[in-house]
């Protein structure tokens, strides 16, 4: 298969807006890199700058150490997976996933071979003589895949391609797409806005804003160390709580206040934030949902981050209840066990838990803790 190099990648369109700036990344063979962010932050213009679709305005575009800047789409041995995978309607599934072969003049033994092999690998083969009409979104979904799968590409590329399947289908062709990358042993490049596909698809994501990249790490990392605030709240579900505090010394305490409330740092942290030189300046808190706790045990233990909730909206899960409460102008949410008995109106007493807290630059918005 295929490795890349995005080295300095920049796209400004003809009418002068820069939609992607100096984009670096080194994609190594097989991996599965997710390029996640908002509408509009760049992502599909940089797939499409290295499907050869749209010219590279500055920088260079390496598959397997060769430049592509100048090289044909057809020639770059990529192949493409969108969101709205027009097949032919006249067509049978064999056809559509035939077609490119026939075009490329490949010998009919061959197409058969690579067809059957295709639709096997994503249970198709019992529908192949169907009309699209005649089958569910998903398999659709799948026909087109399987157009890529069997031109064998060194490298896929896919644009949104659940974005017009329902919630179920989209967690079905998840899971589908994940054990495809297994079977193929290919590289692949997906682009999605749903932050949930991020998270359980890729092994390396790219977190882009505004054409710029974020942030380059898996999942994992990305959720627990997040580089800079707009991360931290692009990332999970409910986002993260993000409010500005003041940090001060009182004694040799460090300790941040925010809405009312004082919560003293532990050892570590207060020593980093008083290291950095943040006393008496404005950072920005974030905390996740779940590690905000109302459990008896754990409000024991942490008498020096407790705060008051006054409960605007509660909302059973099943499994999780999510409190939705204010503190000063921020909304907070917090994740707790379905036994709670906090209900809209009350007022609760919440502990953060201060090993999972995070501190940004107010200006910079950088991590700092
Ligand atoms: P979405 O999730 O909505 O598909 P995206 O992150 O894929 O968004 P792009 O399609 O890459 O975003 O677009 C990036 C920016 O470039 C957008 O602001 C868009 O309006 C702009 N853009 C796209 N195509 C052109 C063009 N041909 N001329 C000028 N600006 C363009």
Known sequence: MASLSLKNITKKYPNGFEAVKDFNLEIADREFVIFVGPSGCG?????????????????????????????????RDIAMVFQNYALYPHMTVYDNMAFGL?????????????VHEAARILDLEHLLDR????????????????????????????????????AKLRGQMRIEISKLHQRLQA?????????????????????????????????????DKPGNKFVAGFIGAPQMNLIEATVAKSGS??????????????????????????????VVLGIRPEDLHDEEAFLASSPNSIIDATIRVYELLGAEVYL???????????????????????TVKLALDLTKIHVFDKDTELVVL
């Open 43 to 75: 992502k599909s213009t940089t797939l499409r700058m290295i499907a050869g679709l749209e010219d590279i305005s500055s920088g260079e575009l390496y598959i397997d150490g060769k430049l592509m800047n100048d090289v044909e789409p057809k020639d």
């Open 102 to 114: 026939k075009l490329r003049k490949t010998p009919k033994d061959e197409i058969d071979k690579l």
């Open 131 to 166: 009309k699209p009409k005649a089958l569910s979104g998903g398999q659709r979904q799948r026909v087109a895949m399987g157009r890529a799968i069997v031109r064998n590409p060194k490298v896929f590329l896919m644009d949104e391609p659940l974005s017009n399947l329902d």
């Open 187 to 223: 590289t692949i490049i997906y682009v999605t806005h749903d932050q949930t596909e991020a998270m359980t698809l890729g092994t390396r994501i790219v977190v882009m804003k505004d054409g710029v990249v974020q942030q380059v790490d898996s999942p994992q990392n990305l959720y």
């Open 253 to 282: 305490d460090v300790t941040l206040t925010f809405g009312g409330h004082t919560i003293a740092l532990p050892e570590g942290k207060a020593k980093k934030l008083e290291g950095a030189g943040y006393i008496g300046k404005t």
């Open 324 to 346: 939705y409460f204010d503190v000063d102008d921020a909304n907070f949410t917090a994740r707790v066990n379905p036994r709670t008995t906090a209900r809209p109106g009350d």
